[in-house]
């Protein structure tokens, strides 16, 4: 967890009132208001369905392994911060819960999903943002995903922040500011200065990636080693 997290009051705010979330919080939100768009049938979420989305394969950067007992954990902490409910439904056998960060930030279906796009893949382009956001609302122009970025960024305090662009790249990138994390050389970004500023994922998810990524080269040498097994028995 971001140690910032830890500071910050009841209601999920930090310095200047700033959300404060970690790593955990931020995927099963983004869940949220991902699912909500392209599965309303199922929406609200069961716990099982939550789990399930935070640990896609696809469409998630980085990949996590969540476990339920850490997901309801986190949805505990979220219901107290007011960014999510826990919703009862007639006749349901399961509790479902539900996100609240359209209530809390004021935000209409198009920044939403904007935002929920850098929460579910990271730092990106308003281009990508617009092909991998489409399915939670169609955007008729890269102009108009820009637009959704900058009311985000105008917010107080800010929730995206625009990367200045680095050698060799056409076009800036965005970052969400939830984590409390300082993007380096925020303030100069933001005025329009020139800067390299990057961020990197938290140690903790880049060691999760590196760790699957192991699992899956053992995996794929396990198999090639059983296959040439097999090739040397037919001539023994």
Not at 16 to 29: K, N, T
Not at 133 to 148: I, K, N, T
């Amino acid at each position: 967890m971001n140690p910032d997290a830890t500071a910050a009051g009841p209601d999920g705010a930090g310095q200047e009132g700033q959300a404060v979330l970690d790593s955990f919080e931020i995927r099963v939100l983004g869940v949220l208001a991902e699912k909500e768009s392209l599965t309303p049938d199922n929406y609200p979420l069961s716990l099982n369905a939550l789990v399930n989305g935070c640990n896609q394969l696809s469409s998630r950067d980085p990949v996590m392994s969540i476990t339920e007992e850490t997901v309801q954990d986190v949805l505990h902490r979220l219901i107290r911060k007011k960014f999510a409910a826990e919703v009862s439904q007639a006749g349901a056998r399961v509790a479902k819960y539900e996100h609240r960060m359209r209530i809390k930030w004021s935000l209409e279906q198009d920044k939403l999903a904007v935002l929920a796009m850098l929460m579910l893949r990271g730092i990106q382009t308003a281009g990508e943002i617009r092909t991998r956001a489409a399915r939670m609302h169609e955007f008729a122009a890269v102009a108009d995903v820009e637009a959704g970025l900058q009311f985000l960024i105008d917010k107080f305090p800010p929730l995206v922040v625009r990367l200045a662009r680095t050698p060799g790249t056409k076009e800036s990138r965005y970052a969400h500011l939830l984590s409390g994390e300082e993007v380096p050389e925020r303030q100069e970004i933001a005025a329009g200065f020139s800067s390299n500023a990057t961020i990197e994922p938290p140690r903790q998810d880049r060691i999760t990636q590196l760790e699957k990524e192991i699992a899956r080269l053992r995996d794929e040498v396990d198999g090639l080693t059983r296959r040439f097994d097999d090739f040397k028995k037919q001539f023994e």
